[in-house]
């Protein structure tokens, strides 16, 4: 059984940072693609960053400079640093695992940046 755990999520102040983690299992972890998506209420689900199997990553031009996509293959973990948090960066975070056909999603974890 696939699963992807997403964590770190909560609230934050403008300019502060948070670092969320998505643990996967129930796949082979280094060969696949994984990603960060996020989706605010109203919007559809966009493309945060990315990374490959051999650590090259992409990133929407939006947080470009301020988050880092990073993987640890022996921990089977994907991480997203964010810093420099605007309230516009609110939305749920959903951690996304693809190769080939096979397409897999977790449940996701709340990001709110407020005062």
């Known amino acids: 059984q696939v699963q992807l755990v997403e964590s770190g999520g909560g609230l934050v102040q403008p300019g502060g940072s948070l670092r969320l983690s998505c643990a996967a299992s129930g796949i082979t972890f280094s060969g696949y693609a994984m990603g960060w998506y996020r989706q605010a209420p109203g919007n559809q689900r966009d493309v945060v960053a990315t990374i490959t199997p051999g650590g090259a990553t992409n990133y929407a031009d939006s947080v470009k400079g301020r988050f880092t996509i990073s993987r640890d293959n022996a921990k089977n973990t994907v991480y997203l640093q964010m810093n420099s948090l605007t309230p516009e960066d609110t939305a749920v975070y959903y951690c996304?695992?693809?190769?080939?056909?096979?397409?897999?999603w977790g449940r996701g974890t709340q990001v709110t940046v407020s005062s």
């Open positions: 996304n695992a693809a190769l080939l056909r096979r397409n897999w």
